[in-house]
């Protein structure tokens, strides 16, 4: 956590800055996967517990020599039945071929592309494949690509931290978010990821 940072929310929220003094710093690295492999992931684990899309994701890894993570080519060569085999769903082994199309086409950017667009331009790019929505591609910006400046305000652990950190009575609507969210720029990121603590120890 720089020291920049932490002057800026005492400039520009003292709220927000009272948290951060009071959870302390939270260490992350991101995880810079491959595009297709982090994509294909977040669709394994659409809707799902954490242990069975891990399953799930084990045995679609399992399907491919070396149980390693296949390229989208090895993927549009693997017959819907093995693909069912492991757990897929027809919809999302239909979502994973679609990436895998547009990967294969070149049509969805690799790291080192992303490292080159905006994050609006990657959420553009990535949304248009199937089952790929805002809040996804928002996730791979924080955990996978590591930006700094990302507020996803459909996140209901991120308006659930607001909500309490702010004591309001109701979580915020995303549209008063983004405008609240406005003062942490450039550094949007960490205030969700303090946002997402202050949602986890309300809970507890």
């Known amino acids: 956590m720089s020291q920049r940072a932490i002057r800026h929310f005492s400039n520009a929220d003292p709220v927000m800055h009272g948290l951060i003094g009071k959870v302390g710093p939270i260490r992350f690295r991101a995880r810079r996967l491959p595009v297709f492999q982090a994509l294909t992931r977040a669709i394994v684990y ?9 399953t799930i994701f084990g045995r679609f890894e399992g399907l491919f020599p070396g149980g390693e993570f296949p390229g989208p080519e090895q993927v549009l060569q693997t ?3 093995r693909l069912r085999g492991a757990g897929l769903s027809r919809q999302k082994i239909g979502y994973i071929m679609d990436l895998a199309t547009r990967c294969a086409a070149g049509e969805i950017p690799h790291l080192d592309a992303c490292d080159l667009l905006t994050d609006e331009e990657i959420v553009t ?11 996804t591609v928002e996730m791979l910006l924080i955990f996978n690509l590591g930006r700094p400046d990302v507020l996803p305000v459909g996140d209901l652990g991120v308006r659930r931290g607001y909500q309490i950190t702010y ?11 983004a405008e609240w969210g406005r003062r942490w720029a450039p550094h949007r990121t960490m205030a969700a990821r303090y946002l997402w603590r202050a949602a986890d120890a309300g809970g507890a």
């Open 46 to 54: 659409q809707q799902l517990s954490g242990k069975a899309a891990a």
């Open 79 to 81: 017959p819907v039945e």
């Open 125 to 135: 790019r990535l949304t248009a494949v199937k089952g790929i929505g805002r809040w």
């Open 167 to 177: 004591g309001k009575r109701k979580m915020p609507e995303p549209e008063r978010l």
